[in-house]
């Protein structure tokens, strides 16, 4: 399994037979080096979308265009994308969808959703979500923009991730001790690897205070940008 980062909560996930993109937004990220869009999107066989915000969700309608890839998300926001043209696999909180051989279940998460981009008005979209991806052995969480919640509790305790991608920039999700404090309550993760941050200044430039507040044993990985992380 391959995890690459694109850059804030964007993600490439090489499972199974599958390349999953995560919430790829690419251009107007200031993280992600244009020059290798191309390097990012091909292969690509399904995109992930958390929810429906500008920097999660504005570029799904072109990148599904450009790769031929269905966009699997919430149903209301699948509804406004399959409007735009965009092939999609709407499904729910507690649905399981496969991927190539990855198992896919969508989440809770504690977050706003809309689509906010494109120059219209704010349209509602569903509501925030996370991922349980399974597949080559391991369980990752991606959690979404999200702040500590006692869903945790059981999503860990039922799915058992031990890899934890986690929303942890702080202003508009968690922050880095908050994400520590999650981590030590309620999972037993082996990796965890902090995204949305060091976008913009707002947000937190590293992941310090999140390699200090857990227990030795776990490996924090600060992610750079098209660096695969082998697990």
């Given at each position: 399994m391959k995890i690459i980062w694109l850059g804030h909560?964007?993600?490439r996930l090489e499972i199974e037979q599958a390349v999953l993109l995560i919430d790829p937004w690419l251009t107007g990220n200031p993280m992600f080096p244009a020059d290798r869009r191309t390097e990012a999107l091909t292969g690509a066989t399904h995109i992930l979308l958390t929810h429906g915000h500008g920097d999660h969700a504005a570029e799904?309608?072109?990148i599904a265009k450009e790769t031929g890839a269905p966009v699997a998300c919430i149903h209301e926001l699948s509804e406004w994308l399959n409007g735009m043209g965009t092939a999609t696999i709407g499904f729910g909180k507690g649905g399981t969808i496969d991927c190539g051989g990855a198992k896919v279940t969508m989440v809770n998460a504690t977050h706003s959703a809309s689509i906010d981009f494109g120059g219209g008005?704010?349209?509602p979209a569903g509501s925030a979500a996370g991922f349980m991806i399974a597949g080559e052995g391991h369980?990752?969480?991606v959690s979404g923009d999200t702040d500590?919640?006692?869903d945790m509790g059981w999503m860990a305790e039922y799915h058992k991730p031990d890899v934890g991608?986690?929303?942890c920039g702080g202003h508009y999700t968690?922050?880095?001790d908050r994400a520590a404090f999650a981590a030590r309550k309620y999972f037993q993760f082996r990796t965890v690897i902090p995204c949305h941050y060091r976008t913009f200044p707002?947000?937190?430039q590293n992941a310090d205070a999140l390699r200090a507040g857990l227990p030795p044993g776990i490996e924090v990985i600060e992610p750079q940008v098209l660096d695969p992380i082998a697990l």
């Open positions: 909560s964007g993600f799904a309608v072109s008005p704010l349209l369980v990752t969480y500590i919640m006692a991608i986690l929303s968690m922050d880095m707002l947000l937190a």
